[in-house]
């Protein structure tokens, strides 16, 4: 097939920006909106749900108009978060379960019921979230839109440390804010923990006080937090008061008020928003040594050990196993990619203990979706 030309004026995409603001600022460029450029230009007519996952053949047609490369327009949409921000865009009963219970940080884990949850995406909120930076859209004439903003990811901006702002809108277009008090500073706790979630998105990696960790992990600390803080009170038995002081340390009752439970991403952004400002309270407090958490990832967000301690005969190397196995584990998915025997013993390593149907369903897929070829012929 011939190659599109290059659209002679295409404005380059800003980081973290969504694919429908590029678009849309395009589409200006013509005197045009994003529906009729696409439909007029590209013979596509599909322009809702442009920002979760759109075809690889607009994505492609969109490489050759711009000459952006399809990784970064990919990067543009939820589908290229996957499997750092999100397992997959796909549905599956035993997701929720995957993502938000494989680790623990203020509850041992077994303190915390399993639960089954059709239908669910990690972060994906149930109604389109509206809200913006008031200094990143008052800065440029040209206002781009942040995809990280659609999600219950962040409260405030990272660079400039105030709260996202709602605001009316149609499709993607900005009819005005919903408050007259804009460019609230947020609290030291929420810029803290917003900024490394934005190291995460940007850099791949979050720099917390003993170590840096990789950006899957950091999203689901944050998505295990939200979940504990979650849970019934009847549940935590002697960390009931843990999650209370928590709740009580940043103005709200206890579970945002919320007394049946429901998957973070269906409840209303205000309950989402206190959980979330909730979740860099408990940080904040593991952090400073105000609260000695259960879980056994709290000791992520611990402080630097005392130089006594850490030179002591092993703990250092306690304190490098985590990192250790990390690389060891990204090592194990780069060489499975391309190598048959060792992307069977990756298989072989995961599946050791536990071989039902299921779970080796669930293992294939996740290998699959990673870009590792799948392992049926061997089994
Ligand atoms: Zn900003």
Request: hydrophobic share 40%.
């Amino acid at each position: 097939m011939k190659p599109l030309r290059r659209w002679p004026l295409h404005p380059a995409p800003r980081e973290g920006e969504a694919l429908s603001s590029w678009l849309h600022r395009i589409a200006c460029c013509y005197q045009m909106n994003v529906r009729d450029l696409l439909q007029h230009d590209l013979n596509f007519n599909q322009t809702h749900d442009l920002d979760l996952r759109p075809p690889v053949a607009l994505l492609e047609m969109l490489a050759q108009r711009s000459g952006v490369e399809l990784a970064l327009l990919r990067s543009m949409t939820l589908a290229g978060w996957t499997p750092w921000l999100l397992d997959s865009l796909d549905p599956d009963p035993l997701a929720f379960d995957a993502y938000s219970r494989q680790f623990s940080v203020l509850l041992p884990l077994y303190k915390r019921p399993a639960r089954i949850v059709s239908c669910w995406t990690a972060w994906l909120p149930k109604q389109a979230i509206r809200r913006a930076c008031p200094e990143c859209i008052g800065q440029s004439e040209n206002k781009v839109w942040l995809l990280m903003w659609q999600l219950p990811l962040l409260l405030s901006c990272p660079q400039h440390g105030c709260w996202l702002e709602p605001y009316f809108g149609v499709s993607n277009t900005f009819i005005g804010w919903e408050t007259e008090k804009l460019s609230r500073p947020a609290n030291k706790n929420i810029t803290k923990m917003d900024r490394r979630t934005w190291q995460a998105l940007s850099m791949g990696q979050v720099k917390l006080p003993n170590r840096s960790i990789h950006a899957g992990l950091w999203f689901r600390l944050l998505r295990t937090v939200l979940e504990e803080l979650n849970t019934p009170l009847s549940r935590c038995s002697s960390q009931a008061q843990d999650i209370r002081f928590i709740w009580e340390s940043c103005g709200y009752p206890v579970r945002a008020g919320r007394r049946i439970w429901q998957p973070y991403e269906t409840l209303s952004l205000d309950i989402q928003l206190q959980m979330l400002e909730a979740t860099a309270t408990a940080m904040h407090l593991i952090e400073t040594g105000r609260l000695i958490a259960q879980g056994e990832q709290a000791k992520l967000l611990r402080p630097e050990p005392s130089k006594k301690i850490d030179e002591g005969h092993c703990s250092t190397k306690q304190l490098n196993h985590w990192e250790m196995a990390l690389a060891a584990a990204e090592e194990a998915v780069a060489s499975a990619r391309h190598n048959p025997e060792a992307a069977q013993a990756l298989f072989n390593a995961i599946t050791l203990g536990c071989r039902t149907a299921e779970f080796i369903r669930r293992t294939q897929a996740l290998l699959s979706e990673i870009g590792i070829p799948s392992m049926g012929d061997h089994i």
